[in-house]
């Protein structure tokens, strides 16, 4: 006898209902990891010379400056991210030559986004660009097996190694020619 088409579809339908459901975060939870996320913070952000302060458009984002030992960026914008889906993402946005580093503004959108995909081979954080153009640099936690306070600490603590690789992609903004 053979099964109705229904019948055959169903285990894909319970999978794709479960499975989202299994990677979200309840508000309890988010909330618990968000205010865990900005004790981190406030302790460890004055070692790094940032303040992070809670978002007032959403209270599940923090944001702080780095400024201080960078020679190629004028700051690197940290966003740090508390997600629905029980992870934390950070977003280090470089701000050059009076604002965000844009593709579809640089003098050779290409060679950048070359060096965006190379970088993601060789560095320790993940490159890309938003929706607007804009570059960034980041990292993402899951929160699986528990809050990561000493991984996030890590990877804060590395953020400035960013600034570097703006050097590296100068000829490809401006022209400029790298350090």
């Not at 991984?151 to 000829?171: R, W």
Request: net charge neutral; glycine share 6%; aromatic share 10%.
């Amino acid at each position: 006898m053979k099964t109705p088409w229904t019948l055959r579809l169903l285990p894909l339908v319970i999978l794709l209902v479960a499975v989202p459901t299994a990677y979200s975060q309840d508000t309890a939870s988010r909330d618990k990891t968000r205010e865990r996320l900005n004790t981190l913070l406030t302790r460890v952000g004055p070692e790094l010379k940032v303040t992070f302060q809670q978002s007032t458009k959403n209270p599940y984002n923090f944001a702080g400056s780095m400024k201080d030992g960078l020679t190629n960026c004028e700051s690197l914008e940290i966003v740090m991210i508390v997600t629905e889906n029980a992870t934390i993402g950070i977003r280090v946005f470089p701000h050059y030559s009076g604002g965000y580093i844009n593709v579809d503004k640089a003098r050779n959108p290409v060679q950048l986004l070359r060096k965006l995909a190379q970088l993601n081979y060789s560095s320790f954080l993940f490159w890309g660009a938003d929706d607007t153009g804009d570059v960034f640099t980041g990292y993402t936690f899951t929160l699986e097996s528990g809050f990561p306070d000493a991984a996030i600490t890590i990877v804060l603590e590395s953020i400035k190694n960013a600034d570097k690789f703006v050097g590296q992609m100068k000829p490809s903004i401006d022209g400029s020619s790298a350090p």
